[in-house]
């Protein structure tokens, strides 16, 4: 039966390995080529061979519906929200491990030890290089006037934009946070539309000046040999790390969980350890272009290119929370409505 569940995963270099040391399947919902260096390396270090189940929605209710059957062990995802999803859907366990949480800051973890995070990705501003001089930005200032008719932004509900939302109600409080939903979306040049991506394409032909990205849509661009066209769009933009003066920049996280029923706990828990650890969270972030949670981890040279990042100490537990609310003041406001005035 597990191998019919498992018959659409990725095997990837597991032929020949032995099954001594048994094994730890995965379910993610980051693709199988992202993860698989980490993997390998793990395979190599402990002989535990991992079986990986992409999906690209559905994760939770999957596991729900298995039940007490669920191969599943380990959660792999990207968002506090996908997190807080597993853990709110009852699909993931608490796990208190003196090793993992040595490895992982208080900040990027869930109190009870139901989510961890792995790596972080700064919701930044892309800005014009030609048209914008400025060298520092804070998120309060995109409601001034001295913005109106240059940001770009896509869908206010996207959990990208939800997650910095979240975090101003945890800084300002719900009513700052709604007058500052309302002047960034009238300083907006139109609306909310595309992927993160392609408000660097729209900063490229000038419809815009500045817009919200995360960070490692950046990199992703400056290397995309298979779409060259990209390496024009992120060679348009600079990238500001807002509030860096001061509380620092809104990051969000990847993350993993430990199953509900998890049939290799010991596997399991052990891949965790593994993925906590320094050299880990190098080769993930490397391949990610992210940044690892661990203090002091190396970052790739791409990341490394746009200057140093000062991560929001704010708990990721404290956005989460707010999160609800956010989508509300998006849908108050009119956020996706655009410009009204
Ligand atoms: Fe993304």
Not at 120 to 127: E, F, H, L, N, Q
Request: proline letters at 6%.
């Amino acid at each position: 039966m597990r191998v019919a569940l498992l018959a659409t995963a990725s095997f990837g270099a597991l032929a020949g390995v032995a099954f001594a040391d048994g094994e730890v399947n995965i379910y993610s919902y980051r693709q199988p080529e992202l993860i698989q260096p980490l993997l390998d390396e793990f395979t190599k270090e402990t002989g535990i061979a991992t079986n990986v189940l992409f999906l690209d929605k559905g994760l939770v209710e999957r596991i729900s519906a298995e039940g007490t059957n669920s191969p599943a062990d380990v959660i792999l995802t990207v968002d506090i929200g996908r997190l807080i999803e597993a853990k709110d859907g009852g699909v993931t366990q608490p796990v208190q491990n003196d090793i993992i949480n040595k490895d992982i800051p208080a900040q990027y973890r869930d109190p009870a030890g139901d989510w961890f995070g792995l790596t972080t990705r700064g919701r930044v501003v892309y800005a014009s290089k030609e048209r914008v001089p400025e060298t520092a930005i804070t998120y309060e200032e995109l409601s001034d006037p001295k913005w109106k008719n240059r940001i770009c932004i896509r869908d206010g509900q996207h959990s990208y934009n939800i997650g910095l939302f979240a975090s101003m109600i945890a800084h300002h409080g719900a009513e700052y946070t709604e007058k500052w939903l309302t002047g960034l979306k009238n300083n907006l040049v139109r609306k909310p539309d595309g992927n993160d991506r392609s408000q660097a394409k729209s900063i490229m032909s000038g419809e815009c000046d500045i817009a919200l990205g995360n960070t490692y849509y950046v990199g992703l661009m400056l290397t995309n040999d298979k779409d060259p066209e990209e390496k024009e769009w992120a060679a348009a933009i600079k990238v500001l790390f807002p509030n860096a003066a001061d509380r620092g920049t809104h990051v969000n996280i990847s993350g993993m969980a430990l199953a509900k029923n998890a049939p290799n706990k010991d596997n399991a828990i052990k891949l965790m350890e593994f993925l906590s650890s320094g050299k880990a969270q190098e080769i993930y972030s490397e391949q990610v272009f992210e940044y690892p949670v661990l203090p002091g981890a190396k970052v790739s040279e791409v990341v490394a290119s746009f200057g140093p990042i000062k991560p929001d100490p704010l708990p990721l537990v404290d956005i989460a929370a707010n999160r609800k609310l956010a989508s509300e003041l998006v849908d108050k406001v009119g956020f996706n409505d655009g410009p009204t005035q």
